[in-house]
């Protein structure tokens, strides 16, 4: 389809091609519909790979975040030990155990 097609001669994402990017992508496309196909998967792999990057990068920051929020909260959990009945004190009878 010929937004398929756009999107595999606009080799630098800018929202245009180019007379060099027409020229060079009509060069790279010539020949059977396969090789059509073939830069079309290409094309959509490689956005594939920068967008999942993006996604884990993201992970990685929310998770660290994460992360400091819990070690904030640990030092307040462990305080809680100290007080007979709190919820997150243990039962008489049964084994503390350590915060994470």
């Known amino acids: 389809d010929a937004w398929s097609f756009f999107k595999l001669l606009d080799l630098d994402a800018g929202g245009a091609v ?12 010539r020949g059977s519909a396969r090789a059509m196909d073939i830069a079309k998967l290409i094309h959509d792999q490689a956005w594939l790979l920068k967008n999942q990057s993006h996604f884990w990068t993201f ?3 929310q ?6 929020q819990l070690r904030h909260l640990a030092p307040t959990a462990a305080h809680g030990l100290d007080r007979p009945g709190s919820p997150t004190s243990p039962r008489p009878g049964t084994p503390a155990t350590t915060p994470v």
């Open 59 to 61: 992970v990685e920051v």
């Open 18 to 29: 180019e007379i060099e990017e027409f020229l060079m992508g009509c060069l790279r496309l």
């Open 63 to 68: 998770l660290q975040e994460l992360k400091q």
